[in-house]
């Protein structure tokens, strides 16, 4: 019986040496796969919450920075409308003494109907028209 119990002995021991063999290409297997994994999630821990003050400082710190980016754009936008403010032709010197000759601001269509009721304002080829109708008469 001694041989039978030296048998099992080395047959339990061969097949605990096959199982640590096992577990052993099973970890390292693991370890391989898990090594070409490169994500490490950070997560908030309990110790890492922000608290209600964190919380205020980084909205006003959003608001402000809102703010600014508010700011600069209509800096920029206001900036490009001086721009193009500044390619406008300019009010020749002559024109801008003939306005002031102008005794109203009435708009031009007011003015041409006053000078076409004052016969003075009238064109010469209008007057002599006029003046020419009575010698155009059909004498019997």
Known sequence: ME???????REHKYMDAIKKKQDLVK????????????F????LRPKERRT???FL?????????????????????QEKEEASL??????NEKSKVLKKDQ?????????????SKNPIGKSKRKIKA???????????
């Open 3 to 9: 041989g039978a119990k030296s048998f099992q002995e």
């Open 57 to 77: 400082k980084d909205q006003q710190k959003h608001l402000d920075r809102k703010k600014d980016d508010i700011t600069k754009m209509a800096k920029d936008s």
């Open 86 to 91: 500044a390619s406008l032709p300019k009010i």
């Open 27 to 38: 970890e390292e297997r693991e370890e391989k796969e898990l090594k070409e994994c490169t």
């Open 103 to 115: 005794p109203d601001d009435k708009p031009a269509y007011e003015r041409l109907f006053a000078m």
């Open 130 to 140: 006029e003046e020419d109708v009575p010698s155009r008469a059909i004498m019997p």
């Open 40 to 43: 490490a999630p950070r997560t």
């Open 52 to 54: 209600l003050d964190d």
